[in-house]
């Protein structure tokens, strides 16, 4: 009775006249009505197949069914409307639901987007992005995140990272300060008259190689070289602590990239750069010594038949210089690279490299033999990166310390794995 009177007060039947559930039809039969009490005892007293009507707000509503009333489909009266209730003069809950939410997103977003958190004294405002001119406009500061693929065997970055590091400050600080024109690095009076920017002389010096995870600042900027070069030096520092990881130095010219000969700087280019210039001395104390040329009686290895890949052309359409670093350690002896780890790196650039080259790689071990570098302290190897008719491409030398050991000349503790 109560369910079905719940029921009923949201979805009601049709209300039949008051007199039609006490009326019967002519064929004798009797409407499903509430039958009278014959009993004077007050108890309630049902007939059988009979069912108690559901009450509105006082008013019995019964479905009355007569044999004469069912006429026919065509006679038949359209069904009246329903009744308003509760639930049909509520608004469609879907589209309720949808507005909120949309809402509440947009709120979230919003809240996303507000700088709330607190910083630290080790954030930086540009962590990962192209950069920032500091130091009165004459130093470019970017931060670089040491990724998995640029790691190698010994879980640490390699040489040819951080070099790649550093010439990608190099070209964002020209960008950066407005200067870079149509060309690899180049200004727009360079542009103009067809000149590129070519390094003849690159010195590193890495005290410690960062790790996968690691970020790393990196700082650069530009200072005079004689009359007609250009130094670029770079400071390498861990981001959290400060600490110095690598310093490099390095010495650019000018060249006609049509002719492809060196140039003097033009008036209408130094009027461009003199002003980024910084009169600092250099981060890498110059070594003067000469380099050795390296031949195939003097070489203790030669890797042959080493050619570039398309993928190692820069715009300018020759080899990038980062490049020539990776087929000078294709002839380092695999006894220095298993137990000794890159310290430092001076390299003279003497000829170009097109993509039709074919280049040998030679290396001399200069203080110790081949079998004893595993335990040899220090070692130092000269190299030769030249063509197969004997033209030279780079000259470099190359110093080592054994694993675990840094440039201050102690040993770090060995990792766990190791010990």
């Known amino acids: 009775m109560v369910a079905t009177a719940a029921t009923s007060a949201f979805f009601p039947a049709a209300s039949p006249s008051p007199d039609s559930g ?15 009490s014959k009993s004077g005892s007050g108890s309630l007293q049902v007939k059988a197949n009979a069912q108690a009507p559901p009450k509105i ?78 130091q009165d406009g004459l130093v470019f500061r970017q931060n670089f995140s040491i990724r ?19 010439q990608e400050t190099a070209l964002n600080h020209v960008k950066t300060a407005g200067l870079l024109g149509d060309g690899f ?18 010195q590193v010096v890495v005290d410690r190689y960062p790790t996968w995870g690691d970020v790393v600042q990196v700082d650069t900027w530009v200072s005079a070289s ?43 280019v130094r009027g461009e750069i003199e002003p980024y210039f910084m009169n600092y001395d250099p981060v890498v104390e110059e070594d003067g010594r000469k380099l050795t040329k ?58 170009e490299c097109g993509r039709d080259s074919v280049l040998q790689s030679l290396t001399a071990v200069s203080n110790a033999g081949i079998g004893d570098l595993g335990t040899a302290g220090g070692v130092e190897c000269q190299h030769l990166l030249r063509l197969e008719n004997g033209a030279e491409i780079v000259r470099g030398r190359t110093e080592w310390r054994p694993k675990y050991a840094n440039n201050l000349g102690t040993v770090d503790e060995l990792p766990a794995e190791s010990a």
């Open 22 to 36: 006490l009326k019967s039809s002519k064929s004798g039969t009797t409407s499903l009505g509430l039958p009278k």
């Open 57 to 134: 707000n006082g008013t019995s509503v019964g479905l009355a069914s007569s044999v004469e009333g069912v006429k026919s489909g065509d006679d038949m009266p359209s069904a009246p409307a329903p009744a308003r209730t509760f639930i049909n003069q509520l608004p469609d809950w879907s589209m309720l639901l949808a507005a909120i939410t949309t809402i509440f997103l947009a709120a979230e977003k919003q809240w996303m987007m507000l700088d709330w958190k607190p910083k630290r004294p080790d954030m930086l405002i540009d962590p990962f992005g192209i950069g920032r001119i500091v």
């Open 148 to 166: 998995s693929y640029e790691i190698g065997a010994d879980r640490t970055a390699s040489i040819e990272t951080l070099m790649n590091h550093l």
């Open 185 to 202: 690095g180049s200004t727009p009076e360079m542009s103009k008259k067809n000149l590129i920017w070519v390094v003849t002389k690159m």
């Open 226 to 268: 004689g009359k007609n070069g250009m130094r670029r030096d770079w400071i390498i520092r861990d981001s959290g602590t400060g600490a110095i990881l690598t310093r490099a130095s390095s010495v650019w010219v000018m060249m006609n990239k049509l002719t492809r000969r060196l140039s003097k700087i033009p008036e209408e």
């Open 294 to 351: 390296l031949d195939d009686k003097t070489a203790d290895i030669v890797r042959s038949g080493l050619t570039p890949r398309w993928s190692d052309l820069d715009i300018n359409q020759h080899v990038n210089n980062v490049k020539y670093i990776g087929w000078i350690l294709e002839s380092a002896p695999l006894p220095i690279l298993e137990s000794h780890v890159l310290s430092s790196l001076t390299l003279e650039y003497r000829r």
